[in-house]
């Protein structure tokens, strides 16, 4: 069976969902808005899935959605964001202004994600810096990336993001990531962020060759859930 949800109402189910398992209200907004922002591109791997995922490492005390995150300015234009075993969406979110205002101040800058759970697409970030006329490359150690402008109505799935170039810049992008099973460590995974003034940019940004690999950004107004998925969730 089933269940055509809008997105309205799948970020109030995750949102209330999240809480009831111990994430406090902030937290539980972020990480909806991005389990409905996957959702909408067609990413179930990000989205309820992910969800269902998070919510039972929050039961096996693997993900601390309490925590607060913490900035840690290395130098001028980099960021360092320690999730502390906390939502990579939560982290994100608190730090979106700062890492814009660097962007426009440095014209480049870099956030590096640290002890958070599985940061999936990164959308709500992604999206949130190109509102602040930011052009944005977002990615992880492994799966496609997120490449974003202002120009654009959101941000476009890379399916091959540059790594052999990157990890010139993050020797450890390539390092591997801890399994989110029900037995081990706390979460512990990371992501990077990279924005660019794209005033400054100029067309070089926009017509770069990274540009062919990437989809265009995909909205669906109505999310088609199976009846099993969401009474795990639920129940999780």
């Known amino acids: 069976m089933t269940e055509f949800l809008s997105l309205a109402d799948l970020r109030a189910l995750a949102r209330d969902c999240l809480m009831r398992a111990g994430a406090p209200e902030t937290v539980a907004r972020a990480v909806a808005a991005e389990v409905a922002a996957a959702e ?13 995922r998070d919510i039972r490492l929050m039961r096996y005390g693997r993900l601390k959605p309490a925590t607060p995150a913490q ?10 964001l320690d999730a502390q075993h906390g939502f990579a969406a939560a982290a994100l979110s608190g730090a979106m202004s700062d890492l814009a205002g660097l962007g426009r101040t440095q014209g480049i800058a870099v956030l590096r994600l640290e002890r958070s759970s599985d940061p999936g697409g990164m959308i709500c970030a992604a999206a949130a810096l190109g509102e602040r006329g930011l052009a944005v490359l977002a990615f992880g150690p492994d799966g496609p990336g997120r490449i974003g402008h202002p120009d654009l109505s959101g941000p476009a799935l890379l399916p091959t993001p540059p790594r052999a170039a990157l990890n010139l810049l993050f020797p450890d992008i390539d390092q591997d990531q801890p399994a989110d099973s029900p037995i081990g460590g706390l979460v512990g995974h990371v992501g990077w962020l990279v924005v660019l003034d794209a005033g400054l940019a100029g067309d070089s940004f926009a017509n770069a060759a990274i540009w062919d690999g990437a989809t265009a950004p995909t909205t669906a107004a109505s999310i088609a859930c199976s009846a ?5 969730i639920v129940s999780a």
Do not use: K, T, Y
């Not at 909408?40 to 992910?50: D, F, L, V």
């Not at 900035?71 to 360092?80: E, L």
């Not at 099993?228 to 795990?232: A, D, T, Y």
């Open 40 to 52: 909408a591109a067609g990413e179930r791997a990000n989205g309820m899935e992910a969800l269902l």
């Open 71 to 80: 900035q840690i300015r290395a130098r001028p234009g980099f960021i360092r």
């Open 228 to 232: 099993e998925l969401l009474e795990q």
